[in-house]
């Protein structure tokens, strides 16, 4: 059983577009979030949803718009796609929204590629 | 850890010798410190913790060392093998932030 599973694997769009990456959690953990690693591998947090309430949302255009229908999933929605989005996104999950309980489990990631 | 230019710092051991993967981390309000390995293609995987109050943790073959004093951390792999080859990344959090920030990765690169 994977405990955070991410689809799709990759994603390849062109600009403009709108996509989303959906995410899903099997550990009953309350606490979920979204990053991203660019080309250089830095990892930089984007959002963190504790029990389907927005706790953390940095500086990430709006166009980025994420979504937790439950507390074991949550969902990234990104409209007008540029070239810029173009990384990879994880989806991690922590026991609680201090993350020091074992840290954050991470999913296999989104590869997306806007052309 | 800030970035060290464009390219990830790497570490290139023989198979079967000890590594030692060093990060400096930012916020001296940290209490708590995660390294995490991430495998080609693969998220970022849990390998050992530890919390301010302690300076040193082991687990199997991986031994981390915290240095409050000038925000040092570094995690040493004994008898290094070629599955160990991956980037590692630390990341600390507490103090006022309940996110998990990320330093820069490591290439660990195992040469047999």
């Known amino acids: 059983d994977t405990a955070v599973s991410q689809t799709p694997k990759y994603l390849v769009t062109q600009m403009g577009n709108d996509k989303s990456i959906k995410c899903e959690q099997n550990l009953g953990h309350d606490t979920m979030y979204w990053y991203k690693q660019d080309s250089k591998k830095f990892l930089k947090i984007m959002f963190s949803y504790n029990n389907k309430e927005l706790i953390i949302n940095e500086t990430v255009p709006n166009r980025f718009s994420p979504k937790s229908p439950d507390k074991a999933h949550l969902n990234l929605h990104i409209n007008s796609l540029e070239l810029g989005d173009s990384a990879v996104y994880f989806c991690?999950?922590?026991?609680?929204?201090?993350?020091?309980?074992?840290?954050?489990?991470f999913g296999s990631g989104t590869r997306l590629t806007v052309v | 850890g800030e970035s060290v230019g464009l390219h990830l710092p790497t570490l290139s051991v023989q198979e079967g010798d000890n590594s030692i993967i060093n990060c400096a981390y930012s916020n001296s309000a940290s209490d708590y410190f995660i390294w995490y390995k991430q495998e080609s293609g693969k998220g970022p995987q849990f390998i050992i913790d530890?919390?301010?109050?302690?300076d040193k943790r082991q687990g199997q073959r991986v031994t981390v060392l915290l240095n409050k004093t000038v925000k040092h951390l570094s995690l040493q792999i004994a008898a290094t093998q070629p599955g160990d080859s991956a980037v590692y990344f630390c990341?600390?959090?507490?103090?006022?932030?309940?996110?998990?920030?990320f330093g820069t990765g490591t290439l660990l690169a195992v040469q047999p």
């Open positions: 530890i919390r301010s109050n302690m």
């Open positions: 990341a600390e959090t507490g103090g006022a932030t309940n996110k998990l920030i």
């Open positions: 991690a999950s922590s026991q609680d929204h201090l993350g020091q309980l074992g840290g954050y489990t």
